[in-house]
């Protein structure tokens, strides 16, 4: 079974220019996360999707960044316009579905940006 | 509100020797799980073992075991038998009726 897919792995950008980070989850996953991991600390959600509604977002700085998860596939995060302290690993992860206190996620290889 | 606390930075373990990574948490959900991730170099988290909050036995996947202690709130992974391999950032993460929160984590070392 294919495991969660991201591209880029990294990307460097200068300081007000936007990315974008495409994920593609587990084959039959309903449940897509991104998560931003800055150095030294655990990763934080930024948005939560079931299928392609959003469920958590509530992290996520809404000036800048925006998700979507059209067809309830793949997803694509962007940040426009970059600041440098977005600089961080931005990782997918998905998970078949959620019940009661147990989800099991399960996580892409993530990308490094770095905004200079 | 949950909170994971990893009060060890850094570890280090000779390969075969044991090790215990310090969990504890905070949480006012009455069911939740804990889970265990392993990140290595490359960045990707590799999920180890879960806990429920109502499983009465620890939790165990191949050399990695949970040291539930609901009373005391927390959730130590346990290596067996290290090795070279298991050199990497470890997460404690908790998710209840909200989002999954994790630790600062704990950086292993293991030396031959």
């Known amino acids: 079974e294919a495991g969660v897919a991201q591209s880029p792995r990294y990307k460097i950008i200068e300081k007000r220019q936007s990315v974008a980070f495409w994920c593609n989850p587990i084959?039959?996953?309903?449940?897509l996360y991104w998560y931003q991991q800055i150095l030294g600390q655990g990763p934080k959600l930024l948005i939560q999707f079931q299928n392609n509604g959003v469920v958590d977002d509530s992290q996520l700085p809404k000036d800048r960044f925006s998700a979507e998860r059209l067809k309830g596939v793949d997803s694509t995060l962007k940040i426009q316009p970059a600041k440098l302290e977005d600089s961080a690993v931005y990782l997918c992860a998905s998970s078949l579905d959620r019940w009661g206190g147990k989800e099991t996620q399960y996580f892409g290889p993530g990308t490094r940006l770095l905004v200079l | 509100a949950q909170k994971i606390t990893q009060t060890q930075p850094g570890m280090f373990v000779q390969e075969k020797e044991a090790v215990t990574l310090d969990c504890t948490y905070d949480t006012s959900d009455q069911s939740y799980g804990l889970f265990w991730y392993k990140q290595p170099s490359s960045g990707e988290m590799i999920f180890l073992i879960y806990?429920?909050?109502?499983?009465?036995q620890n939790a165990t996947e191949g050399r990695y075991s949970l040291n539930f202690q609901k009373a005391r709130k927390s959730a130590n992974l346990v290596i067996s038998a290290s090795q070279l391999g298991d050199s990497a950032m470890y997460f404690c993460?908790?998710?209840?009726?909200?989002?999954?929160?994790f630790g600062t984590g704990t950086r292993l070392q293991v030396f031959p």
């Open positions: 993460a908790i998710q209840g009726a909200d989002k999954l929160i």
């Open positions: 084959s039959g996953h309903a449940t």
């Open positions: 806990q429920g909050s109502y499983d009465e």
